[in-house]
Nanobody, 124 residues
Framework: QVQLVESGGGLVQPGGSLRLSCAAS????????MGWFRQAPGKEREFVAA????????YYANSVKGRFTISRDSAKNTLYLHMNSLKPKDTAVYYC?????????????????WGQGTQVTVSS
């Protein structure tokens, strides 16, 4: 059973940077794609970024492309999301997720495992 534990959320000013981490435990060798989603109050959970284990292919939502960078450290079984040039619209609970090669990376239903979420608040 794969477990995901997130950290790194917090309060940051617009234009600032933040790095989120997601530590994975269990049979992570079976994972195919890991991703980040976010959910603002009253809104649906939205895709942010994803990365494949094989080839390290990355995928980004248009709203974060050029500002956010997803990466992984396989030796540490850890997923990262480096967020730069943060905007108030980025305020949300951010969730780490992982799948075993099922479905499309863009959809929440494609993921088998989820972290508890970490709050990111970008205040003016």
């Amino acid at each position: 059973q794969v477990q995901l534990v997130e950290s790194g959320g917090g309060l940051v000013q617009p234009g600032g940077s933040l790095r989120l981490s997601c530590a994975a435990s269990g049979p992570t060798f079976s994972l195919y794609v890991m991703g980040w989603f976010r959910q603002a109050p009253g809104k649906e959970r939205e895709f942010v970024a994803a990365i494949s284990w094989i080839g390290s292919m990355t995928y980004y939502a248009n709203s974060v492309k050029g500002r956010f960078t997803i990466s992984r450290d396989s030796a540490k079984n850890t997923l990262y999301l480096h967020m730069n040039s943060l905007k108030p619209k980025d305020t949300a609970v951010y969730y780490c997720s992982a799948n075993r090669g099922r479905g499309n990376y863009y959809y929440t239903t494609s993921y088998d495992y989820w972290g508890q979420g970490t709050q990111v608040t970008v205040s003016s």
